[in-house]
C-alpha cells in the first residue's frame, strides 16, 4: 500500500530544497559557457544540496534524502500538483485543529519521543 502521508511529507520538503536549488543553479549557471551540460549539472547540486539539506534539518537517511534530491530535480510542486486528488491540500493541513499521525510516518525522530 502506497503510505501517501510520507509521500506528501517527502514532496514539502522537495518543494523547499526545490527553491533553494532553483536559486543555486541561477547564480551560478555562468560558469558554463554553453548549457550543454547544464542539465548534469542541476541534477548534481539537486542531489547534493538534498543529502545536505536532509542530514541538517531532519533525521532522513541517505535513501529518502536521493528520493527527495530527485523529486526536486523533477519538480516537486508538478508532482504534488497532479496527486493533489490523493494528498490533502495545503488548507486542510492548516485548518485542522488536531492532527494524528502514526509513529511510523514521522519524518523526524525527535518528534517520536
Known sequence: MLNLDY?????????ALSAITCAV?????????????????????????????????????LPTSLWIGFFSFIGADTIYKSLEGKLASHTDLISRKTVTISKENII???DNK
Open 25 to 61: 543553479i541561477q547564480k551560478t549557471k555562468s560558469c558554463f559557457k554553453t548549457s550543454k551540460y547544464l542539465c548534469i549539472y542541476s541534477f548534481i547540486i539537486n542531489m547534493l544540496v538534498g543529502i545536505i539539506f536532509c542530514y541538517t534539518f531532519t533525521n532522513i537517511k
Open 108 to 110: 523526524n525522530e525527535e
Open 7 to 15: 509521500l506528501q511529507q517527502l514532496l514539502v520538503i522537495a518543494i
